[in-house]
């Protein structure tokens, strides 16, 4: 069974760093794409760093030239660097991929649990 888990979250002051990892566990023929959502409460869930097999990535405005994403093939996860951080950066942010298990002839969408972000003074 195919998981994905997250990790590196955290409490950061404004204009600090923090790196997320998203590791897939399970039987995988292919991960396809990635991506990081984030989540506040009361507002729709946001997309905000996509990556796809090829490694060609996009970015949501917000983020932009301050969050970069990128794959670490052998350890089959994806991490999200995150610079420059502003307290409207605090979320829960969630891991999202496209992944084809193996011995299976199509894609499935797999969701991590969500780590917590707070920036704050």
């Known amino acids: 069974q195919v998981q994905l888990v997250e990790s590196g979250g955290g409490l950061v002051q404004p204009g600090g760093s923090l790196t997320l990892s998203c590791a897939a566990s399970?039987?995988?023929?292919?991960?396809?794409?990635v991506r990081w959502y984030r989540r506040v409460p009361g507002e729709q869930r946001q997309l905000i760093a996509t990556?796809?097999?090829?490694?060609?990535?996009t970015y949501s405005d917000s983020v932009k030239g301050r969050f970069a994403i990128s794959r670490d093939y052998a350890k089959n996860t994806v991490n999200l660097q995150m610079n420059n951080l502003k307290p409207e950066d605090t979320a829960v942010y969630l891991c999202?991929?496209?992944?084809?298990?193996?011995?299976?002839?199509?894609?499935?969408?797999?969701w991590g649990q969500g780590i917590q972000v707070t920036v704050s003074p």
């Open positions: 999202n991929a496209d992944i084809v298990p193996t011995g299976a002839i199509r894609q499935s969408n797999y």
């Open positions: 990556i796809h097999l090829s490694g060609s990535t």
């Open positions: 399970g039987k995988i023929q292919a991960t396809i794409v």
